[in-house]
């Protein structure tokens, strides 16, 4: 069944109230990591790019390979969770005249969810998640669009000062190549992800600093916030991390030493 599809039959009225903590970037569709996320994988490209079917099937193994490492990570820290997927478009693409790579940077749009939700004429992203919380049994819900061109993959979670309507469905978009050409992994589809669950950034981008990503490096030099690898299972969900995706409650003082300038609480 197209669970997307479905959104103009079984489409909820009633608009979802957020759960908040201190923090206003834990305000999305993927609260915490925990319970059930129905995951919509969206493929995007250019009439002059389009997905191959073996290229579509290679990038949702690799999302299936890091959702199970998810699994496993979480299973460390005894919370159960899973995942419930539902391919939009596998057998034709969404073509888009053009496609904005990522180039860390931190400008890039973070409207893709409901860009491409509009074009599809499917409903905005507050719909859809209204969707799932009545016809599915997942408490978490996000967006994984994958473009058919080089780019830095980022993701796009939602603030308590964002418009629900237009943002509250959270979701990332993972280029079929790095920029310089080097293949895509299950570890950077998993480090997006993460993102979208409050994960933090933990090596040097314009959000954070050099002195973080060093200290980091001695403290978690493992934690998939930090760095990726083609070997996923040599990557794990340190402490801080956990702590922020909602794995642990455990809290230390040197965790707040890496937010990120541009996450503040509220």
Partial sequence: MNYFFAILIFLSSVLCKAQFNND?????SAHSLKGKTFVLSIFISTPEHNWEADEKKKFLDLQTEAENWLILQAKKYNTEISFRDSCYNFQKDLELDVIESGT????????????????TGKGTPLEFYNWVKKNTDCNNALVIIYANQKGNSYS???SNQMDKEKYFTEGCIIYQQYN???????????????HLFAGWDLYTTFDQSKDREDRA???????IMLRVSYSILDLKIDKLSAWRIGLSKEIEDIFEWFRPKDMPKN
């Fill in 24 to 28: 206003k970037w834990v305000a999305g």
């Fill in 217 to 223: 490096r001695r403290i978690y030099p493992d934690d």
């Fill in 180 to 194: 310089a050409g080097q293949a895509m992994c299950a570890a950077a589809i998993a480090h997006e992800m993460l």
């Fill in 104 to 119: 860390a940077s931190g400008n890039e749009r973070v409207d893709w969810v409901s860009y491409v939700f509009k074009k």
């Fill in 156 to 158: 796009f979670p939602c």
